[in-house]
T-cell receptor, first 114, second 114 residues
């Protein structure tokens, strides 16, 4: 069964460093998302992406964040200058158009900022 | 704006007992509603979804949920709990539009006692 994959599974970085989190959505899906979950808290929406541009972003998704679909398969989240409070689990998700917004989630990348 | 409230951050049941996890939503537009399950150190797996067809929705692993518009509720139930049901459960809402963000509740940690 097709699934969303994410790499790496764990990322440890120093405060102020840039990180890139990678996702491979399901191949025929057209909408892509990033969510994050700070330890012990609920899952929060960051950004959605469709037709090679951001379709919606939350107030969390400020100038330190960017997303890109550099080729036909990868979808990346870049955090430019990481802060301690960026430590969280980051989930990628994708949707096939017309499927009632049923979002398929990847296993997540745990980001730890020291 | 949409929001989700999950009553009870922790629910504990005995194996074989009824599972009831509560979810109330707020939405100014007709919603899609979802229940996701998260096992430890894993991603989010869709249990079931309401998409304005039948109000009683059956999902995987014996779970079901009933959409009650008058009560703005979408409670999750399972007649007989199994040890393997121990996990965190998230209720989520989105507008009836593909590509929309999911708004999650705070989550309910289900413990199943032998």
């Amino acid at each position: 069964e097709p699934e969303v994959t994410q790499t790496p599974s764990h990322q440890v970085t120093q405060m102020g460093q840039e990180v890139i989190l990678r996702c491979v959505p399901i191949s025929n899906h057209l909408y892509f998302y990033w969510y994050r979950q700070i330890l012990g808290q609920k899952v929060e929406f960051l950004v959605s992406f469709y037709n090679n541009e951001i379709s919606e972003k939350s107030e969390i998704f400020d100038d330190q964040f960017s997303v890109e679909r550099p080729d036909g398969s990868n979808f990346t989240l870049k955090i430019r200058s990481t802060k301690l409070e960026d430590s969280a689990m980051y989930f990628c998700a994708s949707v096939e158009t017309g499927e009632h917004n049923e979002q398929f989630f990847g296993p997540g990348t745990r980001l730890t900022v020291l | 704006a949409q929001s989700v409230t999950q009553l009870g951050s922790h629910v504990s049941v005995s194996e074989g007992a009824l599972v009831l996890l509560r979810c109330n939503y707020s939405s100014s537009v007709p919603p899609y509603l979802f229940w996701y399950v998260q096992y430890p150190n894993q991603g989010l797996q869709l249990l079931l979804k309401y998409t304005s067809a039948a109000t009683l929705v059956k999902g995987i692993n014996g779970f079901e949920a009933e959409f009650k518009k008058s009560e703005t509720s979408f409670h999750l139930t399972k007649p007989s709990a199994h040890m393997s049901d121990a996990a965190e459960y998230f209720c989520a809402v989105s507008p009836e539009t593909s590509g929309s963000r999911l708004t999650f509740g705070e989550g309910t940690q289900l413990t199943v006692n032998p």
